[in-house]
């Protein structure tokens, strides 16, 4: 009994641990910015763009980057200050929130293309 109930504990470790690591190494599919919409909100995306205006806003280290495709534009927010500029594509992953009625990107990560 004693030697089932070590097994059954670790299966289940070994299975938590499989989770986690899928979880982890999953990418959300890549979507345009014209198809966000409120059925995204509170959900991971992922998106690219060209950066056509940053705000920076060092004391808080929050910075507000506006990227647009050929579709249309959307702001990505970041609990940091990145070294990027205008002109750069980048690709976003993060969740879709919403602040004043209007749809933005909190990102987790940002990679540049």
């Not at 030697?3 to 499989?18: A, D, Q």
């Not at 995306?45 to 060209?50: F, H, N, T």
């Not at 002109?87 to 749809?103: A, D, H, P, S, T």
Request: glycine content about 4%; cysteine-free.
């Amino acid at each position: 009994m004693k030697n089932l109930l070590k097994i059954t504990l670790i299966l289940s470790l070994f299975g938590i641990f499989i989770l986690i690591l899928i979880a982890n190494t999953l990418n959300p599919k890549s979507i345009s910015i014209n198809e966000i919409n409120n059925k995204h909100l509170n959900k991971n995306i992922q998106v690219s763009g060209e950066i056509f205006n940053i705000k920076s806003f060092n004391g808080s280290n929050f910075q507000i980057i506006s990227i647009n495709d050929e579709t249309g534009k959307i702001d990505v927010t970041t609990n940091k200050i990145l070294k990027v500029s205008k002109n750069q594509n980048i690709m976003v992953f993060g969740i879709v929130k919403e602040y004043k009625e209007f749809l933005q990107v909190q990102a987790n990560k940002i990679i540049i293309l």
